[in-house]
């Protein structure tokens, strides 16, 4: 957790909950260091423990650390305004999805539902570790597909980017602006009871 960060200036949760899931955020300031094989590991075992419908775990992850031959295949497909600040992440990481159970080979509806369950696994114990795990849909699925070689069985839900946190003042003027942690809409705004008054 960013230490020079007051979290309770822009998060004021209705009810009391573990402050960790206060603490997630998206920043975008990476210090460009790499993140140890050991802290990354942790980051998919953490993943692995998400829930899913009948125990199928239809969540895959393919990563590419910075600094190798792989780092392109992904960094080269982001939308241009993601480059800016995601090339100095340690680690990009592709989330999929396993269409049908492998057990019948039918559709599961919830491989997508179930897959954002782990990435909210993973991007807990990131926090909790003092990392940045910031979620992306800004890319080119269909590239990613081909430079990733996936099968059309599982679909590509979202990429993240992992890092360390850096200085804020590095990013260009307009991410600087809008880097702080974002609100919530209130409680009301998302739940009702009996019936759907949206």
């Excluded at 850096?166 to 602006?177: F, I, V, Y």
Aim: aromatic share 12%; proline share 7%.
């Amino acid at each position: 957790m960013a230490e020079d960060l007051n979290i309770k200036e822009f998060r004021q949760p209705e009810r009391e909950i573990n402050p960790l899931l206060l603490w997630r955020w998206s920043p975008r300031a990476l210090s460009g260091e790499p993140v140890s094989e050991e802290e990354l590991m942790a980051l998919f075992e953490a993943a692995k423990w998400a829930p899913s419908a009948y125990n199928a775990q239809p969540w895959r992850f393919i990563y590419v650390k910075n600094n190798t031959p792989d780092w392109e295949k992904l960094f080269s497909v982001l939308a241009a305004p993601n480059q800016i600040w995601v090339k100095k992440a340690a680690v990009l990481i592709l989330i999929l999805a396993q269409k049908n159970f492998a057990y019948n080979d039918q559709p599961n509806r919830t491989a997508l539902f179930d897959a954002g369950a782990a990435w909210e696994n993973l991007a807990l114990e990131a926090v909790s570790r003092g990392l940045i795990a910031h979620a992306m849909s800004g890319f080119d699925y269909e590239a990613a597909r081909f430079n990733l070689n996936i099968p059309a069985a599982y679909e590509i839900a979202a990429m993240i980017a992992v890092g360390r946190p850096g200085d804020k003042e590095d990013l260009p003027e307009k991410l600087r602006a809008a880097e702080f942690p974002s609100d919530r809409k209130k409680r009301r705004e998302i739940s009702s009871e009996g019936k759907f008054i949206f």
